[in-house]
C-alpha cells in the first residue's frame, strides 16, 4: 500500500491488485475503506468490493475488519489483529 492523507483528513491508498485508490473517512481512531480487489483465484482474476474498517485501539494494537462482497452479495468477512512490537 502506498497511503496518502487528505487536508480533510481522510485517506486514500493505491496498491497494485486494487482498481483505482481505496477511499475513506478518518475519524480520531478509525478509518474506514471502501475499493475494488483484483483476486486471483485458479488462474482466473475476480473483481470484489472490500468495506474495509480499522479501529487503533491503543499505540501499538490495531483492528482490521473486513467485509467482501460481489454483486453486492456477502462472499466473505476478516478480521485480523496487528500488534507492534514493544520497545
Request: glycine share 6%; no cysteine.
Amino acid at each position: 500500500w502506498t497511503l496518502t492523507r487528505a487536508a480533510d483528513s481522510s485517506s486514500q491508498g493505491t496498491a497494485p491488485d486494487v482498481t483505482g485508490p481505496a477511499t475513506g473517512p478518518a475519524r480520531r481512531n478509525v478509518l474506514r475503506w471502501n475499493y475494488t480487489l483484483q483476486l486471483p483465484v485458479d488462474g482466473k482474476t475476480y473483481e470484489v468490493q472490500f468495506d474495509d474498517w480499522m479501529v487503533l485501539v491503543d499505540e501499538r494494537t490495531m483492528i482490521n475488519r473486513a467485509r467482501v462482497t460481489k454483486f453486492g452479495f456477502e462472499v466473505g468477512q476478516v478480521t485480523l489483529f496487528f500488534r507492534r512490537p514493544a520497545p
